[in-house]
């Protein structure tokens, strides 16, 4: 297989929860401009109106509602996301998430089991029900988002680290399991991103940030479409020998 055909997506099917705006918007973006056919999943009417503006680009997107913090609307969002690509599946990325902070001590308990169940549990379920599919056939792509938090502690973030520290070890046994019948399980791990999870830590008064900018080596923090590329890369055959990875996407942070 020639360099050109590792790399091509053309026509393959993918869902990508998360998909209406940050890092998800970017990695469906990039699969879409790469000639996927994509399904993105939002928690609000918002994931129809973009879907619809993909579509108006000429790109081939659909849109499916659900809150993955409960269990039966991930297994429902699964099925209608796979309906609308005509009952297949290739490529999974799994870039939803939510943040809570509080200090360890006060965290409230309701908060942490809503954390892990958007964050860890529904990431189980969605891999779980997309590997059904492509162990049946032999192929697939599953694309988690773990974290800088998957090493670091963090602070403030308890249940956020927990659950991203789960999405790598996760990753690595789904590998363990599947790779050798034609699923390959990786992960994204994003640095600090200009996203609206980090909005707290993005206000240049905070004295965090400009402590995290000056740790980063590329002098600046990351956007959805700096995720693209790895994100086509591990959703195609170029990646075929990869698995269980966790990959850095972080303008260099961690070497730091």
């Known amino acids: 297989m020639n360099v050109k055909e590792m790399f091509n997506i053309e026509g393959k099917k993918a869902i990508v929860t998360g998909g209406t705006r940050g890092l998800g918007y970017g990695m469906a973006e990039g ?29 081939n997107c659909k849109g499916v509602k659900a809150n993955l913090g409960v269990r039966e609307e991930v297994y429902r969002c699964f099925r209608e996301s796979v309906e609308k690509l005509g009952g297949d599946l290739d490529i999974l990325v799994t870039a939803h998430g939510i943040q809570r902070r509080h200090s360890a001590e006060v965290f409230p308990i309701e908060e942490w089991d809503e954390v892990i169940n958007v964050n860890l549990n529904s990431v189980f379920i969605l891999c779980q029900e997309a590997g059904k599919i492509m ?46 019948r034609g699923v390959n399980v990786n992960a994204i791990a994003p640095g600090y991103m200009a996203t609206d999870m980090n909005t707290a830590l993005l206000d240049p008064e905070n004295p965090r940030y400009q402590q995290i900018t000056d740790r980063i080596p590329a002098h600046r923090w990351g956007t959805g479409e700096d995720m693209k590329g790895t994100c086509v890369f591990l959703a195609s055959h170029a990646s075929d020998y990869l698995g269980g990875a966790i990959i850095p996407v972080d303008g260099g942070y961690l070497v730091k």
């Open 31 to 59: 699969l879409l401009e790469a000639g996927c056919e994509v399904v993105i999943v939002g928690t609000s009417d918002k994931v129809y109106g973009v879907a619809e503006e993909f579509c108006g680009r000429g790109l």
């Open 135 to 180: 162990l049946e056939k032999g192929y697939g792509k599953i694309i988690t988002i773990a974290s800088m938090s998957s090493w670091f502690g963090g602070q403030t973030v308890p249940a956020y680290s927990a659950a991203k520290g789960g999405v790598a070890q996760l990753t690595k046994e789904l590998c363990n399991d599947w790779m050798g």
